[in-house]
């Protein structure tokens, strides 16, 4: 028991550094209060982060909050872009995405989640009369620029790397929505769990998937047997899974087992 406390406090703290960071990487400062809304955690044990963050030198201590060093905020906006994640395992991402549009009506709204995946929905959507909600500035600008659907967007702040758009703020950014579909990449998947690692994202995945009458996966085959260190949700919470044939035939088999529909091809 106390093996698991000490488990699950590092985890804890490992999640709230990720946060900062995340934080630094939008806004190049962050503030204590800005840190305890995104992360729960007391002033205190925030203000425990900062200064040993400071003391291995990978940010600056600053008034009210932190800073990124140079060397650091080089580092971080060098991290995989989005432009460059797409272009891996390309025409099974787009396969993939070609067989979750298939399923998307004529005057259907829909939410689409930023990935490498996804991103390529936007391709065959361009001839649809749909409403795409979308926290992706990259699938946003594509359907704006090559299609005649109607696109509908969250404020907060873009991501360089990712592009998709953050929100620290609201706990709900899509309150207003309800949608029949949403469509998602995922970091990992389980025979229990879809799984990401990033604290901010997945607020805004988990407000998306309380919208949405069907959640439905976009992964290729690196995604199944990985996991993130954050549950996103039960897998049974997808209604289907679309994936590459090269996915494992056994988790596949586990998937099905549990009622979840996974499509490959």
């Given amino acids: 028991m106390h093996n698991e406390r000490g488990l699950r406090t590092k985890m804890l703290e490992r999640e709230r550094k990720q946060t900062i960071f995340r934080l630094l990487d939008l806004h190049t400062f962050a503030s204590i209060h800005d840190v305890v809304e995104a992360t729960g955690a007391s002033e205190a044990t925030v203000r425990r982060d900062f200064i040993e963050l400071e003391r291995e030198k990978r940010l600056r201590r600053v008034r009210g909050g932190v800073e990124l060093t140079r060397e650091q905020g080089t580092a971080l906006r060098a991290e995989a872009p989005l432009d460059r994640r797409v272009t891996i395992n390309e025409e099974k991402k787009r396969r993939i995405a070609r067989l979750a549009c298939a399923s998307v009506e004529p005057g259907e709204t829909i939410m689409i989640d930023g990935g490498s995946t996804t991103f390529h929905m936007a391709e065959y959507l361009a001839t649809l009369d749909v409403t795409v909600v979308t926290n992706s500035f990259a699938i946003a600008e594509h359907l704006v620029r090559h299609s005649r659907c109607t696109v509908i967007m969250p ?3 873009v991501d360089p790397g990712s592009q998709l ?3 620290t703020l609201s706990p709900d950014p899509f309150a207003n929505y ?3 579909k949403a469509f998602m990449g995922i970091e990992g998947i389980t025979e229990t769990a879809l799984t990401n690692s990033d604290p901010l994202l997945i607020q805004m995945e988990r407000a998306m998937i309380a919208h949405a009458r069907e959640l439905i996966i976009l992964a290729d085959e690196t995604k199944f047997g990985k996991m993130g260190h954050l549950i996103l949700c039960p897998i049974e919470k997808a209604a289907r899974i679309i994936t590459s044939l ?9 998937l099905r087992a549990k009622g979840v529909d996974v499509v490959q091809v």
């Fill in 178 to 180: 309800n949608v029949k």
């Fill in 246 to 254: 090269q996915a494992d035939s056994l988790l596949v088999k586990a």
């Fill in 165 to 167: 758009i953050l929100n």
């Fill in 155 to 157: 404020e907060g702040t």
